[in-house]
């Protein structure tokens, strides 16, 4: 690949992680505003959607929560607002690994996290070694807390 093409195409997955995190960002603002008693029909005038699309993205955000998820930290970490230390710190503490996709018919899709870094890592978002460092996180913590769940 031509220098040239290597530069767009990382220019490319840039700004496609930008967007993905200001889509999340707008999706936690708008569950957050209906929390806070905002009508539907204010969160649609506010960030220009229909009072539909405010439903639709308020029922996902009720069904898959808003707390940060394994996408949404490693994309952090590629535009910069994270080094790589910090992703893998808030990994380690990712308490739950849950399906993040869900459609407003069929409800939870299937997927997980773990899913998640395999296509973080096939798009070009992290590297192997970080993939398999994140996944390894995931399953000593998994042991962790099975451990402790026996013993209580």
């Known amino acids: 690949m031509s220098n040239a093409l290597a530069k767009s195409e990382s220019g490319l997955r840039s700004a496609y992680a ?9 999706t936690r603002r708008i569950y957050q505003a209906a929390e ?12 220009h959607m229909s009072q ?6 308020i029922a996902r955000a009720s069904a898959v929560g808003v707390a940060p998820s ?9 535009v910069g607002l994270l080094i790589a230390t910090e992703m893998f710190e808030l990994l380690a ?11 407003p018919v069929d409800g939870v899709l299937p997927g997980s996290s773990e899913e998640d870094v395999e296509a ?10 970080e993939a398999d460092r ?3 996180f995931h399953r000593d913590a998994d042991g962790v807390r099975q451990r402790q769940a026996h013993n209580r």
């Open 18 to 26: 930008h967007a993905r995190l200001a889509e999340i960002e707008r």
């Open 36 to 47: 806070a008693g905002m009508a539907q029909r204010e969160i649609a005038r506010a960030v």
């Open 52 to 57: 539909a699309s405010v439903h639709r993205v």
């Open 70 to 78: 394994v996408e949404e930290i490693v994309l952090q970490r590629h």
């Open 93 to 103: 503490a990712l308490e739950s690994w849950v399906p993040r996709v869900v459609d």
């Open 120 to 129: 973080l890592l096939a798009d070009g978002f992290i590297s192997e070694a």
């Open 134 to 136: 994140i996944l390894d």
